[in-house]
């Protein structure tokens, strides 16, 4: 992996302050994160007053891993050694591997194009770039449940029919059985040359039930709870070193995965996914503390805008409101910003044990931790080439969002971010299936937790809003519901930054940038009032306020304490007791 050269870090701007009852600037505070000015972005970009002891530590691991790996992209944090896709049959799977609505039918010249790619990567042709196992499987499927199910505007174009004729004669004869199994499993799309897919059984025990359940889903069909479950239990952990690690088709995992999400899961089916591996690793830890939040916010992190949540966790842990939240470092499709990029960049152990996550949680001087996949459900992490593989979100992408892999003594709240229309139920459901005392669901900039000041233009699109939110809590009045022996009140409000008085303001732009994000995270800490101190505060007071949290009943309170949690400098020494506790841990 190149490595780019690190230019010198522009001066930061403050524009946009907060209204009405917003914080005015204010002189810099002793510990306030002064900029570096003209310094390289190699000295971390920014040096915290408050935290030379810290850059004396960890520094030194920094610049380490920025020489090594240019740690200031969110690109450069892609596993080494993942095969890349092909990008011809990539970008064919992004059109016809989506929703019945949404799927876009390739013309004429592209499906030849793709066809003619897969046929030579079939023979041995392309050495540099080969069409992989798992994207035959998902492109594959994308074509078998199209013609299976699909509204008539979403199936095959006549172009697609044209190249299939012509191409299918031929690549039935260099193609895998499980693949040929794939794109006519009941021998009816492909006439006299799809008598494989009848017969085909796959090859050992946990292939043969994964082949059964994906007839059903190549129909169009959807399949039971314990049935998504055995089948997730039955295929990963796949391709690692471990002697648990499976051994099935990509193809036939691919397709799977791809063809739950073309059909749109049920409740049943999210539900197997969210609970399959949750003993995994045996009973979670229990944290000795009164409340936990657990962030689920989507793993493939953000491209454009500040991603603000490991700095409204570090806030948070200010009044006692502990925060775990859980990632990966790197995640297609989108391969942004993550939490883990972060700490990782500062110097932070990010591989930390569910009990080591525990001691983190309970520490006064932290309150929060952060949990890599890796380390808390390897099963789901060893599909992450895979997941690359199939370019479009997988029904994992909705249900990992939704895990407990610490517990509380105390209360526990989940809060998740959702983009897509109709998945705000499903995640509130199964956040009730997990018992918590309170649960959010927040549409945020692109599709994660963060709500934004700006305004809502009026030129903006249909559908729910960002700044959308709704959920349950635990009620202060008698008009509730009651399951799982949970007494829970519902919500749903549209949050208006200017209401609350902040300015409307437009969202600082990072552009994967995880130096940039950092810059305005840690300058916001550090006391700098403008957008991304406006959008930390927002988001710490409404996570309180919404969850029903002790002390947040009144959202102007629940702001005044998130305010004093970042100017009293609490929350910058806590972010920064972190890197150093995060390795006393372990």
């Known amino acids: 992996m190149h490595s780019l050269l690190l230019r010198p870090l522009p001066s930061p701007t403050t524009s946009g302050s907060l209204a009405g009852r917003a914080s005015p600037p204010a002189p810099r505070r002793p510990g306030a994160v002064v900029w570096a000015g003209d310094r390289r972005c190699r000295r971390g970009g920014v040096v915290a007053a408050g935290a030379g002891a810290w850059m004396e530590e960890a520094g030194t691991a920094v610049l380490e891993e920025a020489a090594r790996r240019n740690p200031a992209l969110s690109e450069s944090y892609r596993p080494a050694g993942l095969p890349r896709p092909n990008g011809t049959v990539l970008e064919a799977q992004g059109r016809v591997c989506t929703g019945p609505e949404q799927t ?37 499927a994308g074509m078998t449940i199209r013609a299976n199910c699909f509204p008539e505007a979403t199936q095959w174009s006549e172009g697609e029919r044209r190249a299939m004729s012509l191409f299918w004669p031929r690549l039935v004869h260099v193609l895998p059985p499980e693949v040929k199994f794939i794109a006519d499993p009941e021998g009816t799309i492909m ?36 049935e998504v479950q055995c089948v997730l239990k039955d295929v990963l952990p796949v391709g690692s070193a471990s002697v648990d690690s499976k051994v099935v088709s990509e193809a036939l995992l691919a397709a799977f995965l791809i063809g739950q999400r073309m059909n749109r899961e049920t409740d049943r089916e999210l539900k197997g996914y969210c609970l399959a591996f949750d003993d995994e690793l045996g009973p979670p830890p229990v944290a000795d503390v009164d409340s936990l939040t657990h962030y689920g916010e989507p793993f493939d992190g953000n491209t454009r805008f500040f991603r603000s949540t490991l700095f409204v966790a570090a806030v948070r842990a200010c009044y006692g409101e502990t925060c775990l939240l859980h990632g990966v470092e790197w995640m297609p499709p989108k391969g942004g910003i993550t939490e883990g990029q972060m700490l990782k960049f500062m110097g932070a152990n990010t591989h930390l044990s569910p009990t080591q996550a525990k001691r983190l949680l309970e520490d006064e001087n932290t309150g929060f931790a952060y949990l890599h996949l890796q380390e808390a459900c390897p099963s789901l992490y060893s599909i992450i080439g895979l997941r690359e593989h199939i370019k479009k979100r997988p029904p994992l992408a909705t249900s990992e969002k939704v895990q407990q892999f610490v517990r509380a003594r105390g209360k526990e709240s989940m809060v998740a971010g959702f983009y897509h229309v109709g998945y705000e139920d499903p995640l509130l459901m199964l956040m009730r299936r997990r018992t918590v005392h309170a649960g959010l669901v927040v549409k945020g900039e692109e599709g ?3 709500l934004t000041t700006k305004e809502r233009s009026v030129n903006a699109s249909k559908g729910l809003p960002v700044n959308h939110c709704s959920g349950f809590r635990t009620p202060n009045s008698a ?37 940039k994000n950092l810059e305005l995270g840690l300058s ?57 506790i995060s390795h006393k841990v372990s």
């Open 448 to 450: 994660a937790l963060s």
């Open 191 to 226: 006439g006299a040359n799809g008598l494989t897919g009848p017969r085909y059984i796959g090859q050992g025990t946990a292939e043969m039930r994964l082949v059964g359940a994906l007839r059903e889903v190549l129909a169009g069909g959807h399949l039971g709870y314990e």
């Open 479 to 515: 008009n509730f519901s009651e399951t799982d022996g949970i007494s829970r009140e519902s919500f749903s409000v549209a949050v208006n930054a200017q209401e609350l008085g902040f300015k409307s303001t437009e969202t600082p732009r990072t552009d994967k940038s995880v130096l």
């Open 104 to 140: 876009r039918p390739l013309g004429e010249e592209q499906a030849m194009r793709v066809l003619d790619t897969i046929l030579r990567s079939a023979t041995g042709e392309l050495k540099e770039e080969p069409v992989s196992s798992a994207q035959l499987g998902a492109f594959f």
């Open 524 to 580: 916001a800490l550090g006391g700098d009032k403008g957008p991304a101190y406006d959008r930390i505060v927002l988001n710490a007071a409404m996570a309180d306020h919404l969850l029903g949290c002790s002390g947040a009943q009144d959202i102007n309170s629940a702001l005044d304490r998130a305010r004093e949690a970042v100017d009293s400098g609490n929350a910058l020494r806590r972010l920064m007791n972190y890197i150093k």
